[in-house]
């Protein structure tokens, strides 16, 4: 059971070092939403989307394994 939790923790602190990669790699300024949605996708395993308060499409990640729901687009 050890060990099982501790190669959750390392896929947790591996997930946490992505995300916090690409927001302090990010040398522009500008929140580039398509790479926090791709980062997100893979690491959720989920098709993400960030919409603006407006409903405009910000950013899309899309995850290969996961079924595209084409009636939410």
Same mark, same amino acid.
């Given at each position: 059971?050890?060990?099982?939790?501790?190669?959750? /923790?390392?896929?947790?602190?591996? /997930?946490?070092?992505?995300?916090?990669?690409?927001?302090?790699?990010?040398?522009?300024?500008?929140?580039?939403? /398509?790479?926090?949605?791709?980062?997100?996708?893979?690491?959720?395993?989920?098709?993400?989307?960030?919409?603006?308060?407006?409903?405009?499409?910000?950013?899309?990640?899309?995850?290969?394994?996961?079924?595209?729901?084409?009636?939410?687009?």
């Amino acid at each position: 059971m050890d060990t099982l939790n501790a190669a959750r /923790n390392v896929v947790l602190l591996d /997930n946490t070092r992505k995300i916090e990669k690409l927001i302090h790699n990010n040398d522009t300024g500008k929140v580039v939403f /398509n790479d926090i949605c791709r980062v997100m996708s893979e690491i959720l395993k989920a098709h993400i989307l960030v919409i603006s308060k407006k409903g405009k499409v910000l950013g899309v990640g899309e995850c290969k394994t996961v079924h595209a729901a084409h009636g939410m687009i």
